[in-house]
């Protein structure tokens, strides 16, 4: 065998070798569940969170706590299928799976702020409660 073809081969052994490694270090020990003292969230708080906002998209009782009469007059008037199809924002799972993409929007200095001013407090809050429903 030529010194070239020896290298590649060589490289080749060591490559699996690594993957096969680290497909090891995956698989050990893994049960399904997670050891809270490695996890970067605390679980506790984050469950926490979720209920803290009174804000809701549109299921609170009160229409002053509702996101979506927000979303309604201040988003789908471009966001919607036929102007922006995009990046609709006519429904809650359109708005939930873009939330980040809200959040950046709506901030102070955000690309909407140009358009329109925002609630960004009452946004926020919503959207860091986990934008319940």
Known sequence: ?????????????????????FNAGLNAGCSGSRDSALSLVDEPAAAATGSATKYRFSSSALPTLNIKPLIDDN?????????EPDVPLTSYLEVYTRGVLVKRAVQPGGIMQKYLPFDYDKVMEWYEAGMPE
Do not use: Q
């Open 1 to 21: 065998m030529s010194m070239k073809l020896k290298l590649n081969f060589m490289g080749y052994i060591i490559f699996l070798m690594a993957l096969l490694a």
């Open 75 to 83: 988003c789908v008037r471009c966001h919607n299928s036929e102007i």
